[in-house]
């Protein structure tokens, strides 16, 4: 009988990898999504048509519904990736960020708990957790220090996650999970952000972007490699935490010349520092450690930073390309 998994924001970046993952693991998928997501599931599109695929209404909010839909389903693994996951907006709406993405999480172990299915647990924790980090590189020992109203809630979170594996005894672990982009990214995220602007530009779409911060560094990876560490983190006999990352760090600056100068353009001529785009408190580094996660689990990451960067810039030219050739028309087809 092929297990079964449930995934929350499985219409996200690494929702829909993650499902295409499992798919090709022989799984049976069901993903949660909310009314205003699924009217736009571009995301899963290559997946649409196949049978092994069911999406469900529902939303982290909704206690009752999270308890019904697990016992239904019965899911072998639970993989909940759902949140308010824009560092940035979290500022503007922390209400609405903690209700989803820190008391959202206790609803859905509450919801595994009293349906008493039994079940394996990964939460997505995330380095925005380490905030003004107290070592470099950070690893699952280094104490937190959240500078946002998302990385507070992701870190109730994570320890409501540990808090149910020792008093429950819930297979539960989370991935520390660093800054991790694809040509899935949101448009809004500040990597996305730039490599449609170098598509457009380099279009004669646009002339100028707008960034906020350019000497914040990230420890940026593949998403696509990402979404496989959870799924081994579930098949370990004993559940753990453990921090995803490539160890390397670069800055927003290097991302946009690195993204710029794979167009042939100079970067300087179009970017432009806009101060409403700075957040009230700022994380300046991160920079993960992930030994464990190799010792442990046999991962490691093997998309580098460059690569990454001109990925992502191809998939948005091939992008705006497709749309010219379409008249104008947005094409729902996605990237890798």
């Not at 460059?306 to 390309?321: C, G, P, Y």
């Amino acid at each position: 009988m092929a297990p079964k998994a449930l995934i929350t924001g499985i219409t996200g970046q690494d929702g829909s990898y993650l499902a295409e993952l499992l798919l090709s693991k022989n799984y049976e998928v069901h993903g949660l999504v909310r009314r205003t997501s699924v009217d736009n599931p571009e995301r899963l599109q290559p997946l649409a048509g196949d049978p092994r695929l069911h999406l469900h209404y529902g939303d982290l909010t909704d206690g009752g519904g999270l308890t019904r839909l697990l016992g239904e389903i019965r899911p072998d693994e639970v993989y909940n990736l759902a949140a308010q996951s824009h560092v940035k907006v979290s500022f503007d709406i922390p209400d609405y960020t903690t209700d989803v993405t820190a008391v959202g999480t206790v609803r859905l172990l509450e919801a595994i708990r009293c349906s008493g299915v039994r079940t394996r647990f990964y939460q997505a924790s995330s380095s925005e957790m380490f905030g003004k980090v107290h070592e470099t590189p950070q690893c699952e020992t280094t104490p937190f220090h959240p500078r946002s109203p998302y990385a507070c809630a992701k870190l109730f979170a994570h320890w409501i996650t540990v808090n149910f594996r020792e008093a429950y005894g819930l297979h539960a672990s989370s991935g520390i999970l660093f800054n991790h982009e694809s040509p899935r990214r949101g448009e809004t995220v500040v990597t996305r952000k730039i490599t449609l602007a170098v598509a457009r530009i380099r279009a004669g779409l646009q002339d100028k972007l707008y960034l906020g911060n350019l000497e914040a560094r990230r420890d940026w990876g593949y998403a696509r490699e990402y979404v496989e560490v959870m799924w081994r983190m579930l098949q370990q006999d004993a559940p753990d935490d453990f921090v995803v990352a490539t160890g390397e760090t670069h800055s927003v600056r290097e991302f946009a010349q690195e993204a710029f100068a794979h167009v042939g353009l100079d970067w300087q001529r179009h970017v432009e520092v806009d101060a409403s785009y700075h957040r009230p408190a700022e994380v300046d580094t991160l920079c993960g450690d992930a030994r464990k996660a190799r010792s442990v689990l046999g991962w490691e990451p093997r998309v580098k930073f460059a690569q990454l960067v001109r990925l992502m810039v191809d998939a948005d030219m091939a992008r705006i390309q497709r749309r010219q050739a379409q008249s104008g028309s947005v094409s729902t087809v996605p990237a890798d």
